[in-house]
């Protein structure tokens, strides 16, 4: 309702109201927010930590299915698989795939991160169908390479006109084919990674460079390079990791063979484990490989780190 003073209108004061405050939060929940928020965390360590820590245990007890009561027996599983000519020609064949298959895989992914930061329809179009490799199970893409290896129907050997003769897994062959389709599935990885580094660098200095007449080369040497060189790293720690602990379509190709010439150190602690029943034996086997990784990945994260000093100018 309006009033009239002196011949005015006078609008009502408008009621001021309070802001709406949110509920007030009990306190329990509120301490109890991180503990509640940290349960997946613990789950996934838990989920890691117990069967790490049931193996060691198993490493050092005479555990298998011949002796369901096992006993205490210390290092004597170690000492005999350091013995073992098997173990140790196991650890050359998976040395040798890792650093064969991370240095293919390294040189590829770079080349074709360079040719697809090209715009072009089809540089996109193959960007896209690059990431097709890593929909595919490394176990269903031995079984298509498998058949494409066969000697009498297999379609590497028509393409190339060898006959039915030469056999792609045989004894002088098959470390390097299943080298091959360890490239073929995750080259496409590296190639992503090192690509979106490459796209997350600044354009100022390559137009500078450029404008001074610099040559690509030059510039992908002096300037690309070494602000990527970050990125490089993540991608080797991740292959060389994984091929250390490869195992799925070395299995499904060879299984080992033939002649142990592609024996890694996972498919010997599944023989050891799982054909052979001897369960401390194989765990002894895992624990050594846990020792390489840990090593292997411990300098890698090093030499990461002092790489992401470097690029950031912190470190000369």
Request: with cysteine; proline share 6%; hydrophobic share 50%.
């Amino acid at each position: 309702m309006s009033t009239t003073v002196t011949g005015r209108t006078q609008e009502p004061t408008p009621v001021k109201r309070e802001p709406d405050r949110p509920p007030s939060v009990p306190t329990w929940r509120r301490k109890a927010r991180p503990y509640l928020l940290s349960i997946p965390a613990v789950l996934i360590i838990a989920g890691i930590l117990y069967p790490f820590i049931l193996g060691s245990y198993y490493s050092v007890l005479n555990y298998s299915a011949i002796n369901p009561l096992p006993s205490f027996v210390g290092f004597d599983n170690f000492s005999r698989v350091l013995s073992d000519s098997r173990f140790w020609g196991s650890v050359r064949v998976t040395l040798v795939y890792a650093v064969v298959a991370t240095t293919v895989e390294m040189v590829l992914g770079i080349g074709i991160a360079l040719l697809l930061n090209r715009a072009s329809r089809i540089g996109k179009l193959f960007e896209r169908v690059l990431i097709l490799p890593l929909m595919v199970a490394p176990v269903i893409a031995g079984v298509i390479w498998g058949l494409m290896y066969n000697p009498q129907f297999g379609v590497i050997n028509h393409i190339f006109g060898l006959g039915s003769t030469f056999n792609w897994l045989s004894t002088d062959m098959a470390l390097w084919s299943v080298i091959l389709v360890d490239v073929w599935i995750f080259t496409p990885f590296v190639a992503i990674l090192v690509l979106a580094g490459i796209r997350s660098l600044p354009k100022e200095p390559f137009e500078a460079s450029e404008v001074d007449g610099a040559g690509w080369f030059y510039m992908f040497r002096r300037l690309m390079l070494p602000m990527i060189w970050p990125y490089i790293l993540v991608a080797v720690i991740f292959r060389f990791m994984d091929c250390l602990k490869i195992f799925d379509h070395v299995y499904v190709l060879t299984a080992g063979g033939p002649g142990a010439v592609t024996r890694t150190l996972q498919i010997g602690a599944y023989e050891d484990s799982i054909i052979n029943l001897n369960y401390s034996q194989g765990s002894t086997y895992m624990f050594l490989l846990w020792v390489l990784v840990f090593i292997t990945a411990r300098y890698l994260v090093s030499v990461l780190g002092k790489a992401q000093r470097r690029a950031a100018g912190a470190e000369g």
